[in-house]
Structures are given as C-alpha cells and as structure tokens.
C-alpha cells in the first residue's frame, strides 16, 4: 500500500512542552479520548504517522511529537537513552491529556512506551505496540550487530539501502520516501547512535512484568527487524494480558507501509477497552 504526506482532516494545535534541556513542540488534536500518543521509531518522526491519524475516525484525540534528538527536537541535549524518552513521553502526557490515553509506540517508540507503561501512570488506558522492540533483545541482536546498525542512518545512500533491503516489504510513495529519508538523517550523531548501541540491548524485562493494562502487540508478515516469531518469543512472555495481531503484507515501517490496517487495529482496540479502573 502506497501512501502520501498530505495533511490529517482534524485541526492540530501545537504546544509546547518543557523538558530537560528545552522544550518539545507537540502537535495536539482535541476530541473523544481516550486520546492515542504517539511515540515514533528510530529515524522517525510525529509524521511517521500522518497516514493512521487521516484514516482514524473523525474526532479522535491524539498526541505526537519529534522525540529527544530527532527531527524539531533535534537541538535537545542528551541524554538519548530510554529512560529520558520515558520521561519525556510522561511530561508530554501530562501537559497535553488531561484525560484517560492509550500509548502507540513503535519500535524504539515502542520500548520507550512499555518503560512508561510500566510505572504505572495514572489515567494510562491502554498500550499499542507497533513492531515494537521487546524488553530484551534475542540473541541474534550481538554487540557486532548493533555496530553496524548504528551507521544505517550516516547518509542519504546508507537510508536507502536500510529503507530497500530491511525495513519495508511494501512499496512506498515517493512523498512517504523522502519523509522517511528526510527524518532518519534529522538527528544528531549522539542521538542516532544511543538507540542501536545501548537503547535496543537494554534489558527491561523487570519493569514491564509491571504493566497492568490491556495490550495490543502489532507484528508485520514480512518485518525482519522484529519478526512476529522474535516478539512471540522475546515479548508476549514477559508483558502481562499482551495479545499479538498479525498484519499481513507489511515490514518493520507498519505505520507508512500499512496505515489504513493500523488504524482498523488502533479503533478496535479503542472499543474493547474496559472503563479505566481508579488508581
């Protein structure tokens, strides 16, 4: 499936949200909650999802931004790690949803969103995870592995190579392309590198044993970065009341190869949940 860039329908307003080291620019679209916040992969971006958010049911409440290091918060001071995304995704939810929220995170966005999860923040509904990265990585994930991968991003060719052989197993249009191109060269050298060589290896199997709210786990038919066999294995064990959906058709870039299918699997979410138990 193809896919253009071209605007969501429902108005956006920006605010912005201070953290250590400066401020996050959020982009913030009121409606029904429980409001879905968005936490992108390694080389996205907030518009890694404008596909799902125009395919949402009009007046959905949702939350998205550019993580620490990437894309307009790419002047952020590090740290990079997954513990300072964690934290920035609360202070995010914090300024922008004064209500009940589910989290979508995918891959890295993913990981940073079970760190969260995990603490049990009040008013959290739910969690979607988009080919997310597991807790702990399988063994095929060795230190020589993430040495190569943390230069997949070092120049327009390197992208293309990684967009090509490894992350996508669909066409993409050639606006959805250059977004992608665009925001995996859009960090600095520091944030680029802390997901490949610590972020992925980092083992939060302890913490998320901890998440105590519904979760959806979205694999891809075709992803080789996190096969749905590796989130079987490495994933569904160690998250609680986690089931995993298989999209068909797809690589590791669900949201821009599939969006239409994320969204169908975000509103059916959406409607299972139960009310939001008291904390």
Not at 125 to 132: M, Y
Not at 205 to 223: M, S, Y
Not at 257 to 273: G, H, I, K, M
Request: hydrophobic share 45%; glycine share 8%; charged share 20%.
């Amino acid at each position: 499936m193809t896919e253009t860039t071209s605007p969501v329908p429902t108005a956006e307003t920006t605010t912005a949200v201070p953290v250590p080291g400066g401020t996050l620019d959020v982009r913030v679209a009121a409606g029904a909650g429980p409001a879905l916040v968005f936490a992108h992969y390694w080389g996205g971006s907030a518009d890694t999802w404008n596909g799902v958010l125009r395919r949402l049911p009009p007046g959905r409440a949702t939350v998205r931004f550019d993580q620490r290091g990437w894309g307009a918060a790419h002047a952020l001071p590090g740290p990079y790690g997954l513990e300072q995304l964690a934290d920035d995704l609360a202070r995010v939810v914090e300024a922008c949803v004064p209500g009940p929220y589910v989290l979508v995170g995918h891959s890295m966005g993913g990981k940073a969103s079970q760190l969260l999860a995990a603490r049990r923040p009040a008013r959290l509904a739910g969690l979607v995870l988009v080919a997310p990265a597991p807790p702990r990585p399988p063994a095929a994930v060795t230190e020589e592995y993430r040495r190569g991968l943390s230069h997949a991003y070092d120049s327009p060719e390197t992208v293309e190579h990684a967009l090509d052989h490894v992350l996508t197993a669909a066409p993409l249009s050639a606006e959805v392309r250059a977004t992608a191109v665009r925001d995996s060269l859009a960090a600095g050298n520091e944030a680029r590198r802390e997901w490949p060589l610590h972020g992925i290896a980092q083992d939060i199997t302890g913490a998320v044993r901890g998440i105590d709210v519904p979760v959806t786990v979205l694999a891809a038919e075709h992803d080789v970065v996190e096969p749905p066999r590796v989130l079987s294995a490495h994933l569904l064990p160690h998250v609680p009341h986690a089931t995993l959906v298989t999209l068909p058709g797809s690589g590791h870039l669900l949201p821009l190869e599939s969006p239409a299918a994320v969204a169908t699997a975000l509103t059916d979410f959406l409607e299972r949940l139960p009310h939001l138990p008291a904390r």
